[in-house]
């Protein structure tokens, strides 16, 4: 009679540790899937980001044309300036 009850014994033991198992791994794909699913923000969130940053180094580039675009205007009046100063003084002096 012992054995018949170390047999049930263990054939229960047995049953138990199948039932944690399964309650463990039901847990794991549980959190398995909250984690895809947090992954899946985060890659959203990233491809979103690198698209802000392309535009916005598009946008610094097309500012950064235009700044040295008025910097050579700029340049430009200024020898105009300093042309009509030169021509203002030879015109005082031919007077």
Known sequence: MSLMMLS????????????????ALSLQVLRRREVVS???GC?????ELKV????QEDE???????LRAEKAH??????QV???????V???RDV
């Open 90 to 92: 030879q015109l005082q």
């Open 52 to 55: 802000r940053i392309y535009q």
């Open 60 to 66: 610094m580039r097309e500012l950064a044309a235009g």
């Open 38 to 40: 947090a992954l899946q």
């Open 43 to 47: 890659q959203d969130q990233v491809k």
């Open 8 to 23: 049930w014994g263990v054939v229960g033991v047995s049953i138990l540790l199948v039932v944690i198992t399964g309650i």
């Open 74 to 79: 700029v340049e430009q009046l200024q020898r």
């Open 82 to 88: 300093k042309f009509a100063d030169g021509l203002r």
